[in-house]
């Protein structure tokens, strides 16, 4: 493994050459101007903000970057790319932690989060947010099956929430997460 040198500071770009190869964005361009981390709303919630996230990467600190809460928290909104004056795409390296984090079996961020992820990306395949049955699952696999059930109750009679999903083109929707793994491939 490559080790450079900065300030005293060994860099070990693997983990940056990998989201380099894997995604296309080159977090190296970032110099820590903060702007990302400026409009986060997900800050509060994160053990590090979206600029630290870079510089972790940059110096090859996989440890603090795929352990920490931070890429579990990211709501992918894209405020911090819009803000961001190199134009790195921040959400999809996130995306892209998430998926190695995934495929080597580290525990992370926490339980609660990382099942509230798992469970957001499969109610995905509705092709619509279906927020019963999000609530539903995450209390169930938490262990707190009826911790909403009496909001969940007045929500579905004022018509705030639908007690079954909205499915719309449901063939077409398997469609696309067919081709999607066809690429992946």
Known sequence: MKVIRENNVPLQPALADEIRRR?????????QCRKCAAGCPSR???DSTPAELMRYIQLGMADDVMKGSAIWYCL?????????????DIPRVVDTLRII???????SGGRRIRLMNRLWMS?????????MGLAGL????????????????????????RLLPAIRKPLEIC????????LKK
């Open 175 to 182: 469609r696309m997460f067919k081709r999607r793994r066809s």
């Open 138 to 161: 995450t209390n169930l696999l938490a262990g707190r099956p009826f911790k909403d059930a009496s909001l969940a109750a007045q929500m579905i009679k004022k018509g705030k929430i």
């Open 23 to 31: 995604c296309g964005q080159n977090v190296s361009l970032c110099y």
């Open 123 to 131: 109610m995905l395949r509705l092709g619509r947010m279906y927020e």
């Open 44 to 46: 509060a919630f994160m």
């Open 101 to 107: 984090v995934a495929e080597k079996g580290i525990k």
């Open 76 to 88: 992918s909104c894209h405020t911090c790319s819009a803000r961001c004056p190199h134009d790195i």
